[in-house]
């Protein structure tokens, strides 16, 4: 299992409707609208890094609203 976060650039006045397709995503296992130099934050979960740049790609791009994407892949998890 891959996880990432991804930092969304979203347009003005379309960041309600970009997390609400966020949270109907499969994978995504948290979307937040945060404040600062990007608009959202999706906590994303794939089988492995092609499934996950695929939803980076092909899904959360395609999203009307968003302009840009930075991909944080989670390299080391405390499993407590």
């Known amino acids: 299992m891959v996880r990432a976060y991804v930092l969304l650039t979203v347009e003005i006045g379309k960041v309600e409707s970009v997390i609400e397709a966020l949270r109907n995503m499969p994978g995504v296992i948290r ?11 999706v906590h994303l979960e794939a089988k492995d890094l ?5 939803r980076v790609l092909h899904d959360i791009h395609n999203i009307d609203g968003v302009i840009d994407t930075t991909t944080a892949i989670v390299v ?3 499993e407590e």
Do not use: C, F, N, S
């Open 31 to 41: 979307a937040d609208a945060v404040t600062g130099p990007y608009d959202a934050i």
């Open 50 to 54: 092609g499934e996950l740049t695929r």
């Open 76 to 78: 080391e998890v405390d």
